[in-house]
């Protein structure tokens, strides 16, 4: 239910931990409520992010032009990807170096409860499934942080969403990647969902309408990769504010893979793209 207040709410606001991702021996800005609201405010509208961050936070600059409401925690929730040779393959396995203290819903402004689009985006269980249902606004989730756990170490594992049955229906949107997902439980969330996006990288994403009734395969706007991360919150930020506009799932799930595609050809948020990039691109692969 929407709270009342005579405060003006953003346009689009996005809930979940703002993270540093070690690259190349960098601290990079990083977490999907940065890359999404990033992409907001690049498309001109009013942005804002509820967050919990550590002292050791230093990359406002980047945040220039976002509203911020956020708790102060000891540590930046970190994270470090490490690569290992199997066989004549590479994997790559995340871990966590430090984590904040979970995001408190009173440290979201009351009038932000108002928000025309909301993204719940956690990396790493700092929010209740609850919050899901505080908000009336078009409302999208990608559940990777309910999809992890922290095991040996600080490594990233897979888990099962145990809350899934309770909250999957009560929202819009639905964004998952192949990497964070039990290949089992897809077609379950697929059910469950008004409208689902599994994306599988440079092979494109597919996209569930209708708890399953129409299925569609999206293709990837194939650009040199430098580094993949935050693409697919990209992915889900721009579906959201192109269906708020349209409410055509095909068509925004196009302008979405077409933004995503800026996000891989650099590093960090410098590649989240503006409005008529994605636009003129779109415009270059139709003609």
Known sequence: MKKKSSAKPPYFLSLGFITYDLYNNKRIIGGASAYSAILARNFGVDSAIATS???????FDALKGIRLAYQMSEWTTTFVNKTFKKNISEK???YVTSIADRIREETIPVEWFNAE???ICPVSNELEEGMIKRFDSVVGVAPQGWLRSIGEGGRIEKKKWEKADEFLSAVDFVIVSDEDVFEEDVPKYVELSNIFVLTRGRKGAELYCDRGKRHEHIPAFERKEVDATGAGDVFGAAFLLRYHETRDAIKSAIFASCAASFVVEKEGVKGVPYRE????RILNVSA
Do not use: A, M, S, T
Not at 277 to 280: A, F, K, M, Q, S
């Open 117 to 119: 689009i909301v993204y």
């Open 53 to 59: 961050i550590g002292k050791d936070f230093e990359d």
């Open 277 to 280: 990039e994605v636009n003129e």
């Open 92 to 94: 790559r396995v995340q």
